[in-house]
């Protein structure tokens, strides 16, 4: 099984550098956005299968909520700071 | 991408627009829904500190994060109803009240600063069970000053250093 969980990780870090390189060079502000949350949801199921893995699940539960709860609060965070800025 | 440094975009123009209240309804209400969830569970994290990852610290910024996402959402007059400017200054003193007064005690009992083991005559229990509670006094008491000062640095930085007069209107601009 944890070839399985290895292969999936790999995958996954394959899908994260997609999402870095829109991230990085993507035209406009929105894009850059989606593309650091979606990394961000990503690295929460890299760090589970990490977690099984490892056969220590319930540590790395606890980290990756922790990741996406202050995921959602920076991308709103930053959302805002676009809104009041002007630049969307 | 940044903005020109001017009077004007230094306080937002002196309306402290980041926190001020949104229009949007979905926003607010799962703002409003998550932010219970967010605080039981940064004290799940502050009690399971010495057992899993985590701690007084880590406890303290998820605390913070909800109050953060409290006053982005719903603007500074809803979140001063829960956490105004003097419970920030008060929190910020009685978590390092909490954690040296618990290092402080150890030394009048016979022990080194911070030595929990001391601490098993004054509670009534065994040397280890003392170490446990003594860990998580101190844990609390980092935590409630890592939420009040992180919270701070976000309204100071946010407001510029002005105090912001009460937003009673709901328009963001």
Request: charged share 15%; hydrophobic share 50%.
């Amino acid at each position: 099984m944890h070839e399985f969980f290895l292969s999936t990780s790999i995958l996954l870090c394959f899908l994260v550098l997609l999402c870095l390189y829109r991230g990085t060079v993507g035209p406009g502000v929105l894009n850059r956005i989606a593309g650091i949350s979606a990394i961000g949801t990503k690295t929460l199921v890299i760090l589970l299968l990490m977690g099984f893995i490892y056969d220590r699940v319930e540590m790395f539960v606890d980290i990756s909520m922790v990741y996406a709860l202050l995921n959602f609060i920076g991308t709103l965070a930053v959302a805002k700071y676009l809104e009041i800025e002007g630049e969307v | 991408m940044w903005p020109e440094y001017t009077e004007q975009s230094d306080n937002f123009g002196g309306k402290n627009k980041m926190i001020r209240v949104t229009d949007d309804v979905i926003i607010k209400t799962i703002a409003r829904v998550l932010t219970p969830f967010i605080q039981v569970y940064a004290l799940y994290v502050i009690m399971h500190g010495h057992h899993s990852p985590g701690g007084g610290f880590q406890g303290g910024v998820i605390l913070a994060a909800s109050l953060i996402l409290l006053l982005i959402t719903h603007g500074w007059a809803e979140t001063k109803k829960k956490f105004s400017e003097t419970k920030t200054a008060v929190f910020c003193a009685v978590g390092v009240l909490i954690y040296t007064g618990i290092g402080v005690l150890c030394i009048f009992m016979g022990g080194n600063f911070l030595d929990y083991g001391k601490l098993g005559g004054l509670l009534m229990v065994i040397p280890p069970e003392a170490r446990s509670l003594g860990i998580l006094g101190v844990e609390i008491g980092v935590g409630i000053t890592v939420m009040a000062v992180m919270f701070s640095i976000f309204f100071d930085t946010s407001t510029g250093g002005n105090s912001p007069e009460d937003e009673t209107t709901s328009s963001l601009r």
